[in-house]
């Protein structure tokens, strides 16, 4: 069995998940905190590669011993991973869940949706507690800006070709994905966001859509033109890409066929 876990941490201190030579990451923290509670070298393999400064709140990853085990090597109960655990992870990495999974289980490759939320300030003066945690825009939006944002995003809704909201120079041979849901709301006085949810996601996708629909909003761009965006897949036609602040990995959803159901004590 694996050990599956759901994360949530604060990326601003951050290199991205994956772990790197250029600074400290979240693998790299989790898996010397991770070894330290169960007692063995472990191995933590993530289900995305969040970049540098991006956060999570349902981020999964996948504890395994790097040396085939004969015995049980699990010594602390799902339920209760959390707190073991706590004593060895800073203040920005929390686990929020835990559950076993068979062997074949892939944090990455069994997925089959995830959800991306984007925040982005629209108050004209700068917080402080929101530093590094939303894009503060600076620019206040009335409804009918949001509602076109969220109409023009209603274009992206399906099965398309996204290479118009990839970064350039990806390596990526095939950019077609399908997004499932997507919507623009205000979340608070001074917060608006973007929930998208798809079967998988391209590098920068989410925020290119996210500068892409704000530039419709402000603009006051026709939805229709979006459109013309997909088809020409090309990314010069779309809009800058949002900085990595503003952007939270919401959920990862897996099929029912392995049994993910969060324990936490």
Not at 9 to 16: K, P, Q
Not at 57 to 83: L, S, Y
Not at 121 to 141: A, G, K, M, N, Q
Request: one cysteine or more.
């Amino acid at each position: 069995m694996k050990l599956l876990l759901r994360i949530a941490y604060d990326g601003r201190n951050y290199c991205g998940f994956q772990k790197q030579h250029n600074g400290v990451s979240i693998q790299e923290v989790l898996t010397d905190a991770l070894s330290r509670t169960v007692g063995m070298p472990c191995s933590v393999t993530g289900c995305s590669r969040t970049d540098a400064g991006v956060h999570a709140i349902g981020f999964c990853a996948a504890v395994e011993p790097k040396e085939k085990q004969d015995g049980k090597w699990i010594t602390v109960p799902p339920e209760k991973m959390h707190r073991a655990a706590r004593r060895y992870l800073p203040e920005d990495i929390a686990i929020t869940g835990a559950c076993l999974v068979p062997e074949d289980f892939h944090p990455r490759y069994s997925v089959t949706g995830k959800t991306y939320l984007y925040r982005f300030s629209d108050r004209p003066w700068h917080d402080p507690f929101c530093t590094d945690r939303v894009w503060e825009t600076y620019v206040p939006l009335t409804d009918v800006q949001i509602h076109r944002m969220h109409e023009a995003g209603q274009m992206l809704v399906g099965k398309h070709n996204f290479a118009s909201f990839m970064a350039a120079g990806s390596k990526i041979t095939d950019p077609t994905r399908t997004i499932t849901a997507l919507t623009v709301a205000r979340l608070d006085e001074n917060t608006v966001g973007l929930r998208v949810s798809a079967d998988g996601f391209l590098y920068n996708m989410v925020r290119i859509i996210t500068g892409t629909l704000w530039e419709f909003g402000t603009r006051g761009i026709p939805a229709e033109e979006m459109k013309a965006i997909l088809a020409g897949e090309d990314r010069a036609l779309a809009g800058k890409t949002a900085p990595a602040c503003g952007l939270y990995l919401e959920s990862v959803e897996y099929p029912a066929a392995y049994g993910v159901r969060w324990l936490c004590e």
